[in-house]
C-alpha cells in the first residue's frame, strides 16, 4: 500500500472487508465527532461510539438514523477514569480518539481541563494495549491549538506547519486565561500521546489531526440554540443580530468540518500516516469576509449581519500550510464561501426545528 492511498482506492480494492470492521469513535456525540462518524459510516465500517449516557446515544442513533444497522455504543461516563475505556476497546479493528473538553472557561484549569484532556488521552491509550493488541492504527484529534504559539500574537511573516509546536508550560497553563489554558490541554494531551506511543511502543501507530476553526453544517443533536458548540455560536452570533459590529479576527486560520471528519477516515486507512501529525486546514479568513459571504448568499439575514466601515482594513497575520495533508492524505479542502453558507443555512434550519435564540 502506498503512502498515498485515498478512501477511494481502499474501497476498489476491500469493500466487502470493510464491511466486517469495527471502528470505535469516542465522544461520538459531538459537533466534529458526528461527521467523523459520517466518514466511516458512509465507507460501510461498523462504528462503535463512546457516549456519556443512553440518552446521549439516542440523540447519536437520531442524527444517523440511516446507519443504524452500522453503529452501536459503549457508555463511557468518564473519560479520565482509570479503566474508563477497557471494555469498550474490546474487538473493534482502529480506534478514533475525538472525546476532549473544548470549553474556554472553567473554575479550575488543572482539574477541569488539563487533566481531563491528558487523562482522556492516555486511558484510551492503555486500555487499548491492554486488551486489544490487534489494533494497529490510532487517530487522535489533536487541534491547531497544539501548534499556534499564542505569545506570538497575529505573527505576520511565519507559516505555521505541523513542524511548530505550543511553546506553552504546565504551569503558565493552571493560572493563564481560558484560551491559553485550552490550547495547553490539546498541546498536553498530544504530547502524552506521542510519548505513551515512544515509552510503551505498543502494536498501533498513532496520527494525529490538527484542526483550526471548524466551521461546517451542524448534524450532531442540539436542541438549545444557546448552547451551540463553539464555532457554530461564532457564526450564528453574525445572523441573530446578537453583534452589531465586526469583531477582530482572533484566529484566522479554518477549516470545514466534513473536511476534518474525512481526515481522520484518511489517517486511519493511509498506511504513510504512521506516526504523523496532519494540520488540517483550509487556509485564513477574516471574520469581514465571513460577514460579506453571508450577506451575499443568504439574503433573508443579511440586513441583520454587521458590516465594517468603509476603508477599514484587517492586520496581517500569520500563514498556514496544508501542503502535508493535501500529499500525504490526498485531501482537497471546502472553500470558505460553501462553508459559511452551508453553516448559515444549517443554523437556520435548526432555528425552525429548536426555536430562536438572540
Not at 458526528?34 to 463512546?50: K, P, S
Not at 492504527?137 to 491549538?145: E, G, K, Y
Not at 445572523?239 to 484566529?251: A, D, L, Q, R, V
Request: charged content about 20%.
Amino acid at each position: 500500500m502506498s503512502a498515498v492511498q485515498t478512501a477511494k482506492d481502499l474501497a476498489a480494492n476491500a469493500t466487502s472487508s470493510i464491511t466486517n470492521l469495527t471502528i470505535l469513535i469516542s465522544g461520538a456525540s459531538g459537533f466534529v465527532a458526528a461527521h467523523v462518524l459520517n466518514a466511516f459510516l458512509q465507507r460501510g465500517y461498523n462504528v462503535r461510539g463512546t457516549v456519556r449516557s443512553d440518552a446521549t446515544a439516542e440523540k447519536v442513533m437520531k442524527s444517523h438514523s440511516k446507519y443504524l444497522k452500522q453503529l452501536s455504543f459503549a457508555i463511557v461516563k468518564d473519560v479520565a477514569a482509570p479503566g474508563a475505556f477497557d471494555e469498550a476497546v474490546k474487538d473493534v479493528d482502529g480506534v478514533i480518539h475525538t472525546a476532549s473538553p473544548f470549553v474556554m472557561e472553567v473554575e479550575n484549569n488543572e482539574r477541569d481541563l488539563l487533566d481531563p484532556a491528558v487523562k482522556g488521552t492516555t486511558e484510551i491509550l492503555k486500555a487499548i494495549k491492554k486488551n486489544n493488541p490487534a489494533v494497529k492504527r490510532v487517530v487522535i484529534t489533536s487541534s491547531f491549538a497544539a501548534i499556534v504559539d499564542i505569545s506570538k500574537g497575529n505573527r505576520p511573516g511565519h507559516t505555521y506547519t505541523e513542524a511548530d509546536w505550543n511553546p506553552v508550560t504546565w504551569e503558565a497553563a493552571k493560572t493563564g486565561p481560558g484560551g491559553v489554558a485550552y490550547s495547553a490541554s490539546k498541546t498536553f494531551a498530544e504530547k502524552a500521546a506521542w510519548d505513551f506511543v515512544e515509552k510503551e511502543k505498543p502494536n498501533f501507530t498513532v496520527a494525529t489531526i490538527n484542526p483550526p476553526m471548524i466551521y461546517g453544517p451542524i448534524e450532531h443533536g442540539v436542541t438549545d440554540l444557546a448552547h451551540l458548540n463553539t464555532s457554530a455560536a461564532d457564526i450564528y452570533r453574525f445572523i441573530n443580530g446578537s453583534t452589531k459590529e465586526i469583531p477582530e479576527t482572533g484566529f484566522p486560520a479554518w477549516v470545514d468540518v466534513r473536511d476534518v471528519g474525512e481526515a481522520h477516515a484518511r489517517a486511519y486507512e493511509t498506511a504513510g500516516a504512521a506516526q504523523q501529525r496532519y494540520f488540517i486546514t483550509s487556509g485564513n479568513m477574516t471574520y469581514r469576509e465571513i460577514c460579506d459571504i453571508i450577506r451575499e448568499e443568504v439574503l433573508e439575514v443579511a440586513a441583520k449581519v454587521p458590516q465594517s466601515a468603509p476603508g477599514a482594513k484587517d492586520p496581517e497575520t500569520y500563514n498556514v500550510s496544508n501542503a502535508k495533508a493535501t500529499t500525504e492524505l490526498g485531501m482537497t479542502f471546502i472553500p470558505l464561501r460553501q462553508s459559511i453558507t452551508d453553516t448559515v443555512r444549517s443554523l437556520l434550519k435548526l432555528e425552525q426545528s429548536v426555536g430562536k435564540q438572540s
